[in-house]
């Protein structure tokens, strides 16, 4: 048990993880599950973030990310422990990127807005070791532009699909392509679109067989989705 | 003031409309908006219904339609009121269908199961002298089906798209054609397409700028709106 | 396949579009839908937004609109390509606005908090060559206000109906006119208006038979939407 | 402490209520508020309302009413409590209505299938003593019905007024009088209606000042309400 | 028809209204409902309030009121317009308040955090002439609170309940009193209560027969229903 | 791993719970947490709850309960295995009820129409031992009859307090009591109780501090937190 | 265009897919995505799915399915295209089930009640040609029951984890292993269960990293998922 | 009856209660429910907080309690009442925390930004006498962190449990444990977890039997449903 009265003395290791006091840090999750555990930002101090960066730092060999983490939170947890890389558009924080891995992810976003949940879906599936290749602005209010780019994009080992509003673009690319379509909905858009719930409900509803959907705006969950696919497929080859 | 007690004894005739007591004819509706007063089977009683479609036959000159009626509904008012003719799939009965006037327009929908919704629209559509092109099952799932179509469809003055779970076609419809697109989400699919309110959503916040929507389900709704649009380029043509 | 290192680099030609690293600029749609790719200014940055203009105006010959933009993203924009116009009240920067054509829609608003809704509906649609007459606080607490002009504005061929709170002006607008009505529910209100939604499922509800609905505030989707009607009537006359 | 085994053996009186066991039957609510509490009937057996209606026949003076009961309910409830009497529409009973007081209500409905609601709420007002003027079929779709009763109407002292779908009514009366308007919606519509909860939140953010809101499809509500307010005018004239 | 360049140019007096060209002044309101239309200034400019009082004091001969208003709006219109008065808890400005009419009401509220809105009900009730009896903080978690005064209370004419959270201090003065009982959900709370939503449908799905419900935080609602109950007992009285 | 093809032909047993193939019924639950595995009927075959039971009965000592059970059900798992009794109105079945322990509930409800989720509650604390008092009917339309009970029904150590519409029986309760109070909110009433939805809301948003809630209708969940709370106590006395 | 009139007197062949006039069958589907078009029983009549059946067994060589079919709609099919079978819990009909591929799938179901969304996705998965494991009711009310069979799971190639209610297993077996997990929220429950709502949007809010989610109820979408997975591992292989 | 007009000039002792004109302070509260009415700052003037805290300190002899106070309200309101002390993170004001009772509860947070909550929660507790034990960070993700703890946790005598997202932990922990389990939803998340409504409905629907659930962020209403049940613990030993 920690004290409730000191936030975050301790620094206990127990069975699998870390007790900071303030966090129990899961430091058997890289064994686990190929990656060690993401660190969220919002609602988290800096210097909690850097107390728990330090002990995954420490804990684990491979990559380390901080997700969602403003520029000023950034700063502070790079200037602690150097060596990293922040990508402010995806709003991640890296240490250590995964040596890159024999399976490709295409990202594909249907407007400029749904940039930066596109660009942390990259970012984080760069840092895992994934290849990516990313198609901007194939929305399906001009079809062409996306017919023009699917058949390169089939390459790729799995699709992701970022869109906000109304979402069709997943169903069209769940309908063209027999790969893992992980689709993303946004909250760009207003009124009805109701702040990514329409995009999501509508992905869920797709008449496309086989998609999967992940939390609104979650480029993060994309990724690491694939994360899972490509370790089915690593582990299919041996 | 009509009474309580007399559930339509009294039949008088005002400015504009005709007062059966358990209902008001709007009597001068042909003359305002081109098509007469239309009956909405659900919560009236045959009788009613039949009363009502008297009073329309005798007080309008074209089209007189009662929409959403089960077939014992349509026989027993037909009995009454012989001459007109029952749709079961689009529910529709109709006395008097209007002469063809020079404006088509086309009905897609996107599945087999929104054949009911689509059935409405093309009934009423034609009940009020439009011609139409039936498009069905062009649902984004097999994308070639809808383009194998849209050149033909883009004969006609309007588009009608008809389509339930995440209702895509609407907006790769709007997006591919310069007509006047009318979506009609439907309640076809089950968990997160929430009877059809997905597809609403979804219609509203689409990428295709200028679409319009109606209620769910109303086929009806869309093929007034669509007549609305053809009195427009008929009175442009004067 | 664009690099996800670089956010913009390329310029690439394409057939029907032109991929400028970070947005696909749909130049085929001026041709296919009779304007432009209109640009929706939240989310995207200053820079990118002037880069997608000036692609339009080169590879367009008409209109180029951007929509929600502010002041400053305005100012910004309009330096690098004089000889556009911004209407503050509308949000709206337009670039060689088309020429008049012979049909006009009337604009009516419920109430003076609908304004800026109202006012971008009658730019977009001035910018795209439709004539506009506006009717502004016409909602139905005082009919008489209303009763007042809908003769007058049955002078033009298609409504735009903007309001907000319960939304009940488009109803009472599609029961005493012919002619095509476009409603635009917008967030005006507060506690049960949830944020326009309610107007928006009222509109929907409409008794009115034939009404059509796009999204909350969108003024800029009814213009659009007049503008496919205007299209419409224009091929009527040929 | 009433016994969870029998089901209703007790009978005992005590201040202000009598306790049957399955029910504690408000004796003081006549002299409270000047009629006796009311049945609901769904959820209760037909034996146990008859055991309620007789406590409150032989505590009350007045009125007994209950309400949403089915034919079997009521033929059931009236053999056991002769001289009541059945409105099948309203599914009503009534025993004993009151004297008639100087004090009338106005009930407008939108629609014929609004009917049965608008049944309730006249049936309601006048067993406990109002006066009542029915005006059905009024809805804005044919806003001239509505203009030629509404003078006739504001003979009455206060208005009702019974609409489904978007309730556009209740704004239009609420903005053309002067007197205290209780707008009931009712679940009539499909879709966007949401079963009524579109009209009442259209009524709640109704533009017309002073409009005041019941439960959906709950004439009876509406009713009561003029109850309180007939009760608050002859205490005025005292 | 007025323009959609000049933003208020004209001032155009027709049968019943002052088209001042960004808005359409009711000035047959106060001889229709015996209050001048009320200004809602959230969405509109100072300088559009001004104007529009102005029109309003000179048209009307009885109290004029602006609700919502900050305290620069306040201070800026009354500079124009002097000899108004601004309650800023209330949030409303009023000219030339009614003489006291023989008709008051009682304010009931659940908590402190409900104050503003009795404010704003407290202070429009005065403004249009009713007599107001203040009870504040009296919810139900401290029952006695409310035992203790509600015999006081019944002497006024009627009642309006202010409260959030679950909203249940209406049910219980509806089951206590014999008055119209106006209730009035407001924001207060968190979570679980939606930003009132809760309490509003809690007040309308009260046990307490003949409430009735206003929009949330609309404590405005309420008093012009008070006024309008007045208004029919003083008729009552002629 | 259970076969697909074969629906429960397996009976293994493992630590702590045995596979039956189609369920793997928790054994240790009894030692766990001082009452056998419930099973909830509705969407289990009555073969299957007959298994269970069977093994429920075999592997715990103490009482095995059935809920939401229907008569037919209830009849054929009775036939199986005799010995158990059946409340309809609970719609509980119930074998070896436990030994009368030192702690008793008192069950309030508010309306007759609550009975049935009231029944539940009290027929499945005393399965499990623990005294109840019922009172029933103490809505708070009639205040008094509340008060009648409170200060007998205090002598019991916890509340359950069942409450349909707009569930203010819970606050007032919360208020006068000290007691753990456990709400369960019912889906009596219509319209904008939204089946139960509004009472949850209100009952989580309630004024009086320290309320806990359950699900709709759950007069099963909040006996088990009574259960759970008696044991507390238990251990308290130890 | 097909004819309104007729519907399904055609038979016309096209690039990819077959026009039966009520349907068009997308015949390319098996060549893009490895399996035919799969038909969705609900609002098609049987024969219609008979002849879109027919259509699928000529045109495609695997395996054809009908999904959600009651065991009328599927002795109907059979008897017209015997050599298929019927999986009743499953509501699955199958002709040519795939030859069995080297991925298996491990079916973990919360509930006995979860029972027929799991043997759907189950059946689908072996129609398909998967492997499949079924671990049911390994919900966390008994953890040991999940954690004695996730070892053994993890033998498989991913994971399929049904669960209605709160949904809690998906977010604890995506803890514990590194495979794709598809997470299908089902309908079980009730009350605040929302219909399966609150468990989709709980699996989506997982803090389990990289689960994926399918619509409620849609034990198809799961497999079909599965099915897109293993294609890849299949990809990776060559 | 206090004025409209004086906001608190008041101060009058009546049975029970304290009337401050804004405020009417429960002065028998602390008799009633062994705790003074805590005050909860949202929406309270720091001055009206300051004189209703002097109420309570002089008319309670226990613990007084000042909720989400921001620091600049806790600064102003401790100036005038030395003696108290400020959580910052739990957000809490105290005076006169109260002995140390014989009952201990364990506060279980699933991520570090659950927080605050889980703060507010233990300081609550503390505040009333209860011992705390907090174990933070023990979601679901890393199951090994709760079954490390959770052995040690049972020595309480009741567990509160604090998670946002999915709220699984709720779920997990009360079927490991016997005791009293009171869950808070959080607002941790985003998207899908709908600011808490998700992790509310999955508390509410948890598969675990006998759990109860408080308001969203609600570790207040949790410290006094625990302060409820320690009372019922110390009736018992009694």
């Known amino acids: 048990m ?8 301790g620094h206990a290791e127990r069975a699998g993880f ?21 660190v969220y930002a919002p609602g988290k101090r800096p210097a909690e973030i850097t107390a728990i960066v330090g002990e995954l730092l420490s804990a684990a060999t491979g990559p380390v990310l901080v997700t969602r983490a403003d520029p000023e939170t950034a700063d502070e947890v790079l200037a602690a422990h150097p ?3 922040y990508d402010a558009r995806a709003r991640l924080v890296t240490w250590r990127p995964a040596r890159p891995r024999a399976f490709s992810v295409a990202v594909l976003s249907a407007g400029t807005a749904d940039g930066p949940v596109a660009a ?35 390459a790729h080992q799995a699709f992701i699909v970022v869109a906000g509003m ?22 760009t858009g207003y009124g009805a679109g109701l702040e990514g719930v329409t995009a999501l409900l509508a992905m869920l509803s797709s008449c496309a067989a086989g998609l999967t959907v992940v939390n609104i705006d979650s480029g993060f969950g994309a990724a690491m989705a694939a994360h899972r696919i490509a370790a089915a497929v690593e582990r299919g080859r041996e």
Chains 1, 2, 3, 4, 5, 6, 7, 8 share one sequence.
């Not at 920690?2 to 003395?9: Q, Y």
């Not at 007790?19 to 993401?38: I, K, M, N, P, S």
């Not at 209010?141 to 994009?153: C, F, K, P, Q, W």
């Not at 109304?166 to 909250?187: F, I, K, Q, R």
């Open 166 to 187: 109304e979402g069709a673009l997943a169903s069209v690319v769940g309908g063209l392509v027999a790969h893992p379509v992980v689709a993303v909905p946004t909250s």
């Open 83 to 85: 060596g990293g890389s």
């Open 120 to 154: 942390e879906a990259a970012a984080v599936a760069r840092a895992v070791g994934l290849g990516v290749g990313v198609y901007r602005d194939v929305g399906v209010a001009g079809l062409h532009r996306l017919l023009d780019s699917v058949g390169e994009a089939q």
């Open 2 to 9: 920690t004290s409730v009265n000191g936030d975050g003395g």
């Open 18 to 38: 870390t007790d900071l006091g303030f966090a129990r840090v899961d430091t058997g999750r890289e064994a686990r599950q190929g990656v060690a555990e993401c």
